[in-house]
């Protein structure tokens, strides 16, 4: 209701509480509120700080298989939206010597996770397109993500980016795609999102 009135905060707010419980919807549509820039819920002002956020809930709703969750992730790999985490090792800041006077600091470490901006990683978007394309379209609501995903696919086969450049590979793609569309009538939903990005169809 908040969300229909345009009481968008408030909405966020209510689908917060629920998307940190691991209802996996409510942190789809969260994730799609920061991602859209509706709501300044964290105060950080900026769309690129609107999409960290997003990408967080993004990927929480993904791990319980939500397909649109996937499909946008690829997306902010491809873009190079959000942040990219590294695992990073730690040496002591002194020496650590041995019985023999040696010093052990460079064989002694401990890991940490690192966060740095995120850069255009096609190989990245590949492995979220190619989940979401393997996913069954026997539920007719799966269509749709499906047949973006293969579009892509088939977009970056033929394109060589992100994947070795096999023509007739993207052709199988594309064909996939348009059983997808004759099935399930969903061109016209995938059909206004062409050219908001150059190549791949955005999730959004």
Same mark, same amino acid.
């Given at each position: ?9 408030? +909405?966020?707010?209510? !689908?917060?509480?629920? $998307?940190? %419980? /691991?209802?996996? *919807?409510?942190?789809?549509?969260? &994730? ?36 649109? +969750?996937?499909?946008? !992730?690829?997306?902010? $790999?491809? %873009? /190079?939206?959000? *942040?990219?985490?590294?695992?990073? &090792? ?56 499906? &047949? ?57």
């Amino acid at each position: 209701m908040h969300y229909e009135q345009g009481r968008f905060d408030e +909405a966020a707010f209510h !689908l917060l509480l629920l $998307a940190e %419980a /691991g209802h996996e *919807v409510s942190q789809t549509n969260l &994730a799609f509120m920061f991602d859209s820039g509706l709501t300044d819920l964290f105060f950080d002002g900026s769309l690129a700080r609107k999409r960290l956020h997003a990408q967080r809930f993004y990927q929480l709703a993904a791990h319980q298989g939500s397909p649109l +969750a996937e499909l946008r !992730l690829g997306d902010y $790999a491809y %873009a /190079g939206y959000g *942040v990219r985490k590294e695992i990073r &090792a730690r040496h002591p800041s002194r020496p650590l010597l041995d019985d023999e006077g040696n010093d052990m600091s460079e064989w002694i470490s401990e890991t940490y996770e690192a966060y740095t901006p995120a850069v255009p990683n096609p190989r990245l978007a590949v492995g979220h397109y190619l989940r979401v394309a393997e996913m069954s379209t026997d539920e007719a609501w799966l269509a749709p993500y499906v &047949a973006k995903a293969s579009f892509n696919l088939g977009f970056m086969r033929l394109t060589g980016i992100g994947l070795p450049q096999v023509r007739r590979r993207s052709v199988a793609c594309s064909a996939f795609l348009f059983a997808c569309v004759k099935r399930e009538s969903c061109f016209s939903r995938l059909a206004p999102n062409r050219g908001r990005d150059p190549g791949v169809w955005s999730a959004d």
